[in-house]
């Protein structure tokens, strides 16, 4: 949430931030700003509501030179979207101006006390409190830049990712974090600043991951000094990124999100790459391996995640129960961090994020740790948060994702739970060897299954016209396939802002079932799996109601066909994997009925790619 760049060096600041700033536009794309140094060492802050072009349009007549510089892309949380409430922020006497991602809690308490001592405010945010507290400090202690920054982390309450500058100092950026993201960039004679490493790859790959309560001292001509607010000096630790920079280009599709769910069938492959042997016979996960016992006498797995990353929770747990006879509960996050959850130190908690960096499933893995549980992450992002803050993981490799509404990272993440349980299953012998390579050698043909799906991308188009218009949609599906319910139903809402309800199939008659009428589209996943029969029961039911069904079916199965108004046929699969392929046109669907209704399709409204505040 929110982007962070900055630069150090020695070429034109404004470009590398600009475009630094595109990159990161996914996080939030409210308001924009950019803070620069000039040769007379004068600092200028320009910034608009607006996204990334209406900063580069404003800043025209501007002056943008200078070496050094930081800049922002905003996903509000204090203050509406504004010009004044963009950042940077200028502290009182416009010598500081600093960009920030997070929430400072204790802001409100600070202002007050700023206001008592003759400090104005010009905007509603807590960044504006931060950078004119900071100020405060430094000339309360008369100390230097870094001291003041660390004096006054000390004192806040709350999350952030900072960067700072002072004007009539060109050769320094001071950079903060506390839960919330921060890379630097270590290029020949210059450094980058990134909330992630997107608007870094394409000059560096050698990076710094900060840690939490770590601030780092960025000199022009010299090594990255990082101290901790406990005014510990750290070791610089620098790693390799993985991305590569096609990564980050639409690559000839209309959207991201589109380009990511035609890219399904090679992040799957990459993602079971060097996990599942060749032959298919064996799938092995080192995390899980290397930690055996753990899973071994797990007294109950405990499932952590929000939004689909949740949904693919769930067919974890059906997963995990089904095959390894273990008991699961799939939480919200953000309910679990609050809500005094019993945790037993023999419990397993499994997080899954895409983005390793969301605040409430990090919340969430301390206080399992806290109970003593043993934390396992799956993860997409290298090297972000939870993955460092987990005791073992997967990465789900399926490569960077940039559309707000995720899509591969969805399909991974099932791909990893399943061979999860593939590999516990096969340790605590309760899967039979048929059964274990049979669901192993299918799980190898989901990737050309997809291409099948995905040639469908043109027959779901068309079908999408017909309900571009609705204003309401239910998406239902029974086992397996109610999670997939759930995620079809969040995608459509996501991107096309149609109000949209995913419900077990059974549990319409239970309420929802009020909705329905010859205006209600109803999406129905019903495969052929052991509970088909009672998935046709309750098409009859919505059929009997005039309701337009949607049905998501095996190929050649004329029974449902000649109930549903529409069919989209999908190859079958063992019913433990069904999920993998019963979301593709779902995610196909809603991403065209959001381009039919002109939707910014890779960043819907108020939504944002990570969710590093609560
Ligand atoms: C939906 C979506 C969100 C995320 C959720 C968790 O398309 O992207 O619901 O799934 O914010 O994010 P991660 O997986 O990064 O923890």
Known sequence: MCGIVGYIGFRDAYPILVKGLHRLEYRGYDSAGIALMNEEKNLSVYKTKGRVNDLEEYVLDKDISGTIGIAHTRWATHGEPSNTNAHPHYSQTETLALIHNGIIENYAVLKAELQKKGYTFHSTTDTEVLVQFIEYIKQLHKCDLFSAVQIAL?????????????????????????????????????????????????????????????????????????????????????????????????????????????????????????????????????GIIDHKDKFLNARRIVIIACGTSWHAGIIGEYLFE????????????????????????????????????????????????????????????????????????????????????????????????????????KEKKTIDDKKYTD??????????????????????????????YAQNFIYLGRGYNYPIALEGALKLKEISYIHAEGYPAAEMKHGPIALIDNEMPIVIIATNDTIYEKVVSNIQEIKARNGRVIAIINEGDEVI???????????????????????????LLAYHIAVNKNRDVDMPRNLAKSVTVE
């Open 154 to 286: 000390g004192q806040v309450v709350g999350a952030y990712a900072i960067a700072v500058m002072e004007k009539g100092n060109p050769d320094q950026i001071i950079a903060a974090r506390k839960s919330s993201p921060l890379v630097i960039g270590i290029g020949d004679g210059e450094y980058f600043i990134g909330s992630d490493a997107s608007p870094i790859i394409e000059y560096t790959n050698k990076v710094i991951y900060l840690d939490d309560e770590e601030i780092a001292v960025i000199k022009r001509h010299e090594e990255p000094q990082i101290v901790t607010i406990g005014n510990v000096r750290k070791t610089p630790q620098i790693k390799e990124l993985e991305m590569s920079l096609s990564e980050l280009e639409r690559g000839g599709y209309p959207h991201f999100m589109l380009k990511e769910i035609f890219e399904q069938p090679q992040s799957l492959t990459n993602c079971m790459s060097g996990r599942i042997n060749v032959e298919g016979t064996n799938v092995t996960l080192s």
């Open 322 to 425: 089904e095959l390894c006879r273990i008991p699961v509960v799939v939480e919200y996050a953000s309910e679990f961090r609050y809500r005094n959850p019993v945790v037993y130190p023999d419990d397993v908690v499994i997080a899954i994020s895409q983005s390793g960096e969301t605040a409430d499933s990090l919340a969430a893995i301390e206080l399992a740790r806290k109970s003593g549980a043993f934390v396992y992450g799956v993860c997409n992002v290298v090297g972000s948060s939870i993955p460092r803050n987990t005791d073992s993981g997967s990465y789900t490799h399926c490569g960077h994702e940039i559309g707000v509404a995720s899509t591969k990272a969805f399909t991974a993440q099932v791909a990893v739970l399943t061979m999860m349980a593939l590999t516990i299953a």
């Open 439 to 468: 669901t192993i050698k299918e799980l190898q043909n989901i990737p050309g299954k997809i291409s099948q799906i995905l040639d469908l991308n043109e027959e779901i188009r068309q079908l999408s016209y017909i309900f571009t």
């Open 561 to 587: 066909k000649s109930m549903a108004d529409h069919c989209i046929e999908i190859p079958a699969t063992k019913e433990c994997l069904d999920p993998l392929l019963s979301v593709i046109p779902l995610q």
